[in-house]
């Protein structure tokens, strides 16, 4: 089955940097886009960033652009987001996500906090 698992999340003083990584099974990586979503409290999910299967188009929410990257390794079956001069307001769960078939498939989501 699709199994989505991510990694990398933390305390990270404002200013700081985090990789997050998702490691996708149980279906062809290569042959779908992948996105990162991010749920902070009280607030609906949001979309991060979005990759498509060759990494030929990307496209970022206007709140990340030039702080985040999104990139992929269709070898190992992974996904990134590097993130960059973090701020408060990127305090969320950060969630992996990939469509297929009519259905979605979510990460169980790994807590990224941004504090001094």
């Known amino acids: 089955q699709v199994l989505l698992v991510e990694s990398g999340g933390g305390l990270v003083q404002p200013g700081g940097s985090l990789t997050l990584t998702c490691a996708a099974s149980?279906?062809?990586?290569?042959?779908?886009?992948m996105s990162w979503y991010r749920q902070a409290p009280g607030k609906e999910r949001e979309l991060v960033a979005d990759?498509?299967?060759?990494?030929?188009?990307?496209n970022y929410a206007d709140s990340v652009k030039g702080r985040f990257a999104i990139s992929r390794d269709n070898a190992k079956n992974t996904t990134y987001l590097q993130m960059s001069a973090l701020k408060p307001d990127d305090t969320a769960v950060y969630y992996c996500?990939?469509?297929?078939?009519?259905?979605?498939?979510w990460g169980q989501g790994t807590q990224v906090t941004v504090s001094s």
């Open positions: 149980g279906f062809t990586f290569s042959a779908y886009g």
């Open positions: 990759i498509t299967p060759f990494a030929e188009r990307i």
């Open positions: 996500y990939v469509a297929r078939f009519g259905h979605e498939y």
